[in-house]
């Protein structure tokens, strides 16, 4: 996967970087970093990718990602209009373990920890009581400044460490090469699936906005994507059907035209296939159920 570079700003021998984000919309490039990445959304609803992972967030929830792992989180569509008061909040908390040396990284009191790390680099959410306390410790770091932090942080990592609180979300794993013409191109097609989906869209749509024939788009969306396109589009529509189901109380058959779906039966097949329940199922759990 070929996505964008992104740079953090920070000192070089900074360990740790906290940031406190603002804005109307979250940033919704594909992007990856070297840095591994406690994001915390403290207000602001959308869908998420990361990894080959596709699925919905709301305020409170944590992911965990690791160092050189594709993602974006991408808000709602209201976040988009002109100014209507809502905002997209998140806390990051980004560790550099290069800023600390290979032999602080090897002591053995780490190892669980290094472990932990190991495993974020398929992406992690929590649930439960982990999901809760990060909410709390995501907000309290902000208040602690050079080693205080970087002990704060070390704690946090230790907890997870040992939490069954934690979904793997990825599948698969990634190379961080890059090439800065095919970044635009996926995320325009990204953007025009996210923004289009509730219209049919057939493969020759997509493959008009990357600019390629139909079969080499194929070939390029997967390889960039890790998915067909088909699967990718059912997977924006699934996610948007689930958002529905459960906040804003729509019938199954409302949802699943809302979602770009009319054919029921169909609609009902998918759902399943990437839920791993039926719409009614679904409902009458609304716990978090990330679509992978």
Same mark, same amino acid.
């Given at each position: 996967?070929?996505?964008?570079?992104?740079?953090?700003?920070?000192?070089?021998?900074?360990?740790?970087?906290?940031? =406190?984000?603002?804005?109307?919309?979250?940033?919704?490039?594909?992007? $990856?970093?070297?840095?591994?990445?406690?994001?915390?959304?403290?207000?602001?609803?959308?869908?998420?990718?990361?990894?080959?992972?596709?699925?919905?967030?709301?305020?409170?929830?944590?992911?965990?990602?690791?160092?050189?792992?594709?993602? $974006? $989180?991408?808000?709602?569509? /209201?976040?988009?209009?002109?100014?209507?008061?809502?905002?997209?909040?998140?806390?990051?908390?980004?560790?550099?373990?290069?800023?600390?040396?290979?032999?602080?990284?090897?002591?053995?009191?780490?190892?669980?920890?290094?472990?932990?790390?190991?495993?974020?680099?398929?992406?992690?959410?929590?649930?439960?009581?982990?999901?809760?306390?990060?909410?709390?410790?995501?907000?309290?770091?902000?208040?602690?400044?050079?080693?205080?932090?970087?002990?704060?942080?070390?704690?946090?990592?230790?907890?997870?460490?040992?939490? /069954?609180?934690?979904?793997?979300?990825?599948?698969?794993?990634?190379?961080?090469?890059?090439?800065?013409?095919?970044?635009? =191109?996926?995320?325009?097609?990204?953007?025009?699936?996210?923004?289009?989906?509730?219209?049919?869209?057939?493969?020759?749509?997509?493959?008009?906005?990357?600019?390629?024939?139909?079969?080499?788009?194929?070939?390029?969306?997967?390889?960039?994507?890790?998915?067909?396109?088909?699967?990718?589009?059912?997977?924006?529509?699934?996610?948007?059907?689930?958002?529905?189901?459960? /906040?804003?109380?729509?019938?199954?058959?409302?949802?699943?035209?809302?979602?770009?779906?009319?054919?029921?039966?169909?609609?009902?097949?998918?759902?399943?296939?990437?839920?791993?329940?039926?719409?009614?199922?679904?409902?009458?759990?609304?716990?978090?159920?990330?679509?992978?």
């Amino acid at each position: 996967m070929k996505p964008l570079l992104y740079q953090i700003p920070r000192n070089l021998d900074e360990p740790v970087r906290v940031l =406190k984000e603002s804005h109307q919309h979250f940033y919704d490039n594909l992007h $990856f970093h070297s840095e591994y990445q406690i994001m915390t959304i403290i207000e602001g609803k959308g869908t998420y990718f990361i990894g080959d992972a596709f699925g919905n967030f709301n305020s409170g929830d944590t992911f965990i990602i690791g160092a050189n792992l594709p993602h $974006f $989180f991408r808000s709602n569509k /209201e976040y988009y209009g002109p100014e209507n008061g809502l905002r997209s909040q998140n806390i990051s908390i980004l560790y550099s373990p290069e800023a600390l040396g290979d032999k602080f990284k090897d002591l053995s009191e780490l190892h669980s920890i290094n472990r932990f790390l190991e495993k974020s680099k398929s992406g992690l959410f929590l649930t439960g009581k982990a999901r809760e306390k990060l909410y709390k410790s995501s907000k309290k770091i902000t208040d602690k400044n050079g080693f205080d932090r970087l002990i704060y942080l070390f704690k946090i990592f230790n907890f997870l460490a040992q939490t /069954e609180d934690v979904v793997t979300l990825s599948h698969v794993s990634y190379e961080d090469e890059i090439k800065v013409g095919d970044t635009e =191109k996926i995320n325009t097609v990204i953007g025009f699936l996210i923004d289009n989906f509730t219209r049919d869209i057939t493969l020759a749509d997509a493959a008009d906005v990357a600019n390629l024939s139909v079969n080499a788009f194929c070939r390029y969306f997967k390889r960039h994507t890790r998915k067909t396109f088909s699967q990718f589009l059912n997977e924006i529509r699934i996610g948007n059907a689930c958002r529905q189901l459960v /906040e804003e109380d729509l019938s199954v058959k409302e949802a699943a035209f809302k979602s770009g779906y009319y054919n029921i039966s169909y609609f009902n097949r998918q759902f399943k296939t990437i839920t791993g329940c039926t719409p009614s199922a679904y409902c009458k759990n609304i716990n978090f159920k990330h679509v992978n």
